[in-house]
């Protein structure tokens, strides 16, 4: 059975604590010698270890410095900021409406460079057009049993696209063939969805690939999922957005991505594909 988002956060919480108890048995030190070294009193040790106490950033470079571990406390400050924020209910996100769902991203959009997208069910958000971002997020506020904002919502989603025109961002983006056929929407708003996607996907600043279904694959279709530059992982789930930062699980994600965009086509053969897909529609 899936977990809450408030025991995912703490099954993170207690990973962070088995990793710090981890590291001070591999040192072969005990609690009390490890509080010494830390400078605190072995009580402390103890809540830490069992996730009853949250361990600062200040008491985590300690105790990898204490355990002569210096090199994994960047992974577990990550993991231990991941505990407390990488699950966002998306409920939770959606009760102020869709629109101000689409308007919290601006400032991240505009902050980062590259963008790398992996999309195995749906044209990436910042290619929809407004008819097909509009069947996107009304079915989106059927399925969380909110107010259907959805008119507003595309609009500004589709605002928030502009950005793929403006300088200094470029974007990697990575779907499925069989996002082509997932029909969202009427006949005509997905032949306008899919006839932007000839038009968007020859800017510039935009790589499109798509993965053929035909191909025999080395990597099978993952779930859908963004990098913000090298920093930052955002996983969509039907119940959550997964906020990842840390580097080991980001540089997994890297990789993945790399995997999936060596299996895609470009140019005239993704266009090819985008057509047929036109033509299946009529």
């Not at 009580?43 to 270890?49: A, D, L, V």
């Not at 059927?142 to 502009?162: G, M, N």
Request: glycine share 4%; charged share 25%.
């Amino acid at each position: 059975m899936a977990l809450s988002p408030s025991s995912s956060a703490q099954a993170a919480r207690e990973r962070v604590a088995q990793r710090l108890r981890e590291l001070r048995a591999d040192a072969g030190l005990t609690g009390t010698e490890l509080a010494k070294r830390c400078g605190w009193t072995h009580p402390k040790t103890s809540r830490i270890e069992n996730g009853r106490t949250r361990p600062t950033p200040d008491d985590i470079r300690r105790w990898c410095q204490a355990c002569g571990a210096e090199d994994q406390a960047a992974d577990i400050l990550a993991e231990s900021r991941d505990a407390e924020t990488a699950y966002v209910q998306w409920r939770r996100k959606v009760r102020a409406g869709l629109k101000k769902l689409q308007d919290s991203y601006v400032d991240l959009f505009q902050s980062t460079e590259l963008f790398r997208i992996y999309s195995p069910t749906l044209v990436p958000g910042l290619l929809q057009t407004e008819g097909y971002a509009r069947a996107v997020l009304s079915a989106t506020a059927v399925l969380h049993e909110i107010p259907d904002d959805a008119e507003e919502a595309a609009a500004a989603r589709v605002q928030r696209s502009q950005i793929i025109h403006q300088p200094g961002h470029r974007f990697v983006m990575v779907i499925e063939e069989a996002v082509l056929h997932y029909q969202l929407g009427d006949a005509d708003a997905m032949a306008a969805q899919l006839g932007y996607l000839l038009t968007a996907g020859a800017l510039p600043s935009v790589s499109l690939g798509i993965i053929p279904s035909t191909l025999q694959r080395t990597m099978w279709p993952r779930e859908l999922f963004h990098v913000y530059d090298d920093e930052l992982v955002s996983v969509e789930l039907m119940s959550a957005r997964v906020r990842i930062t840390q580097p080991s699980e980001v540089a997994l994600y890297l990789r993945a991505f790399e995997q999936l965009r060596s299996m895609a086509v470009y140019g005239a053969e993704a266009r090819a594909l985008v057509l047929r897909a036109i033509e299946a529609l009529h």
